[in-house]
């Protein structure tokens, strides 16, 4: 497993997702562990209560990779030391379903769908008139830029993003820390864009690009950003932007809630801008199975298809 400070990690290809940098950003969740021939990263993590038992997911909020193909000579390297692991693919990942059926034997099943934009298609052209009045008040009220240097704008976005926790609850992998955000600036691929007003950060976006493809990853807003609808501002000089920098797709994520595609307001807003969906998948593999049994065998009233069975309840 290579560490924080082997060189080999430092010098390791990558953009986005696959990048070690993104990688090494989640790092107080978990020991990054490369998937040198996928072209990946895990996160890989004690388990509660176990001694010198790990097992690993994937980066959140999707594990992406360069060769799906070569996924499965390194699943097959980590047999029998890690006990299993658990990941949400990459909406545009290059494999197909009968590879994933392989390679994840004991969990495959359709996930959130992913709203995505075609960008060979018109660009807006079927914006609702709910959108496309939002969108007019937020390009009257906001200025939207691309931040050439996302570090010198860490105080806005970690301000604004603690807005989001707070509003929203959020815990696990997604309350990233200022820490966290200092590696994520670094990542190649990534892409700010803030939204103004008079001067003064109201909210901002962040997205990956991948080649052709590019995510969009976080987005927050201060008070005044939400009255102003700084993100439908935001959300269409993205558009725009990936447009005209020759990528193809981009994806806008899925909404809350188990089966991400319900009517609550994120929800709506993300599939307004979407030209279609892409389906992702949970998948999960136990690498130990008679650690697996034991594990499983200690826990009391699992949820019902929850994987891995011994973390149950517990918020990841």
């Given at each position: 497993?290579?560490?924080?400070?082997?060189?080999?990690?430092?010098?390791?290809?990558g953009v986005?997702?696959?990048?070690?940098?993104?990688?090494?950003?989640?790092?107080?969740?978990?020991?990054p562990?490369?998937?040198?021939?996928?072209?990946?990263?895990?996160?890989?993590?004690?388990?509660?209560?176990?001694?010198g038992?790990?097992?690993?997911?994937?980066?959140?909020?999707?594990f992406?990779?360069t060769?799906?193909?070569?996924?499965?000579?390194?699943?097959?390297?980590?047999?029998?030391?890690?006990?299993?692991?658990?990941?949400?693919?990459?909406?545009?990942?290059?494999?197909?379903h009968?590879?994933?059926?392989?390679?994840?034997?004991?969990?495959?099943?359709?996930?959130?769908p992913h709203?995505?934009v075609?960008?060979?298609?018109?660009?807006?052209?079927?914006?609702?008139?709910?959108?496309?009045?939002?969108?007019?008040?937020?390009?009257?009220?906001?200025?939207?830029e691309?931040?050439?240097?996302?570090r010198?704008?860490?105080e806005?976005?970690?301000?604004l993003y603690?807005?989001l926790?707070?509003?929203?609850?959020?815990?696990?992998?997604?309350?990233?820390?200022?820490?966290?955000?200092?590696?994520?600036?670094e990542?190649?691929?990534?892409?700010?864009?803030?939204?103004t007003e008079?001067?003064?950060?109201?909210?901002?976006?962040?997205?990956?690009?991948?080649?052709?493809h590019?995510?969009?990853?976080?987005?927050?807003?201060?008070?005044?950003?939400?009255?102003?609808?700084?993100?439908?501002?935001l959300?269409?000089?993205?558009?725009?932007?990936?447009?005209?920098?020759?990528?193809?797709?981009?994806?806008i994520?899925?909404g809350?809630?188990?089966?991400?595609?319900?009517?609550?307001g994120?929800?709506?807003?993300?599939?307004?801008?979407?030209?279609?969906?892409?389906?992702?998948?949970?998948?999960?593999?136990?690498?130990?199975?008679?650690?697996y049994?034991e594990?499983?065998?200690q826990?009391?009233?699992p949820c019902?298809?929850?994987?891995?069975?011994?973390?149950?309840?517990?918020?990841?």
């Amino acid at each position: 497993m290579m560490g924080a400070a082997d060189p080999q990690v430092r010098k390791a290809a990558g953009v986005g997702y696959t990048s070690a940098e993104y990688a090494f950003a989640l790092a107080e969740f978990g020991q990054p562990r490369s998937l040198p021939r996928a072209g990946g990263w895990l996160i890989e993590r004690p388990v509660p209560g176990a001694t010198g038992l790990r097992d690993a997911r994937g980066p959140y909020p999707l594990f992406a990779c360069t060769d799906w193909e070569g996924l499965g000579g390194d699943l097959a390297a980590l047999e029998g030391e890690l006990v299993s692991l658990t990941l949400v693919t990459d909406p545009f990942g290059a494999y197909r379903h009968d590879l994933l059926a392989g390679l994840f034997p004991d969990l495959m099943r359709p996930y959130k769908p992913h709203f995505v934009v075609d960008l060979h298609r018109p660009l807006f052209a079927g914006l609702s008139a709910h959108h496309r009045r939002n969108l007019r008040r937020a390009l009257h009220g906001v200025s939207v830029e691309i931040c050439d240097e996302p570090r010198r704008f860490i105080e806005d976005w970690t301000g604004l993003y603690e807005v989001l926790i707070a509003r929203h609850g959020i815990r696990g992998m997604a309350a990233f820390s200022r820490q966290s955000f200092t590696r994520q600036f670094e990542v190649p691929g990534l892409v700010m864009l803030r939204a103004t007003e008079d001067a003064r950060t109201v909210a901002m976006h962040l997205w990956i690009r991948n080649g052709r493809h590019a995510y969009y990853h976080l987005g927050a807003a201060n008070a005044r950003g939400y009255a102003l609808r700084a993100a439908y501002a935001l959300m269409h000089h993205a558009v725009e932007h990936f447009a005209q920098a020759d990528c193809e797709q981009v994806d806008i994520g899925a909404g809350p809630g188990a089966d991400g595609d319900g009517e609550d307001g994120l929800t709506r807003f993300k599939r307004g801008w979407s030209t279609g969906t892409r389906t992702v998948y949970l998948c999960g593999r136990i690498l130990d199975r008679p650690a697996y049994a034991e594990l499983a065998r200690q826990r009391p009233a699992p949820c019902s298809g929850y994987f891995p069975v011994y973390r149950s309840g517990e918020f990841q």
